[in-house]
């Protein structure tokens, strides 16, 4: 029986422009030009004439030796629930890399395979293992993401409407009362990328220091950003300490003056004794709100000079918007401030984009999700009302098994390679 499908070499520009088109970025010719050490190889697959996957096989070449390894980043752009495009290509890729020498190709697709832990009727994984391709025992991209879908076919001030309305009550008043205390959000595209990089890196350094993981130099950061400059918007959120500063002190004394009220009527010689109990509470409670304000405006003294607080970059293209990189200040938290992801999501609202996509929530790395190390970050990120997606994760598809054993096995060449380039 003939296939359905046929697929062929193609130029890495052409590849990438269906990457482009459904939003995959590393899938594109500018991903390629980053990520300029591997040999790029295009390959698209359609039905009839119509093109219905591509895929850009990024080879590494293994020095003084004729062998190579392929990575297919966030594998093909395509239908992953299509079984029979999955098998067919899967066929089409095992001779394609016989030809090249290439002796395995790590694939990560960027497709469900459980959405809010909910079992899958269709498991990718079980797909590509029936398939033979094997399971990594560790993985180089995130397998997580928190999406949230937008509508673009809607008015795109009725569509901020209805998201900002399904977020949690509390992050809708976070997101206000940090733009009340003096929060901007300021963009960084063309010609003031390496500004915005630098101080994005700055913040980055203080996060990895906090957090104890590791980054690139700012080089690698920049050329990320010039290569893909289309797509690539730096936002860099910064405090106003005199903002912050009045709107504090009207906070303060409006709660010193709900004070003054309650304790007035608590000492009124008209008031019963059951009522001044029934007061108490929110004398206790103004209290406290007084001594946090009071604490707040004197910690807020060490930024008086309005530093940036927040940075991440976001990638508009094609269909998909992304939160890509990200890092905060210590500010952050001791400022109590919030919201750097509303202003990225009403941007992604352009006609065009249908997920924002906010980035690896989860490891899981453990069976009880409440110890899992990136738990809070999932709780914040439930705020916006998406969904939790974990995809497939890493696999391998074995050309070569001696081979496959000895340079990934033994000597794990690729990463060292890889996350050594710059």
Known sequence: MANRYTFRPVTVEGAGEFGRKNGIFQQTKEWANFRSFYKPLGIMGFEGEEAVLSCIVYKLNIFLTPWSIGYITRGFVGDWTNRELVEEFTEYLKEFCKKKRIIYTIIDPWCDEKIDFAEPENSVRELLEHLGYKRAKSEMQPRTNYRLYLDPNNDPEEEKTRLFNRCAVKLRNDINISRDRGVTVHRFRGETLREGVKVFYNLLVETTQKKGFGHRDEDYYYRFAKELGDYVTIYLWKYDYEKDMVYTHNVLNEAEGRLKTIRD???????????????????????????????????????????????????????????????NAFALRDLKLTANYWDMICDAIDGSVTTFNMGGTLKLTTDKLKEDPMYDLYLYKKQYAGEFVEMPGEYHLILDEKKYHFFHEKLNYFRRVVFRAK
């Open 265 to 327: 009527e608590m000492e009124n010689p008209e008031t019963t004794p059951q009522k001044v109990e029934r007061l108490k509470p929110k004398e206790r409670e103004a209290i406290k709100q007084i001594d946090a304000l009071k604490k707040r405006i004197g910690l807020s003294e060490k930024y008086k000079d309005n530093p940036y607080i927040s940075a991440s970059f976001f990638i508009k293209l094609g269909n998909k918007a992304y939160n890509f990189y990200g890092a």
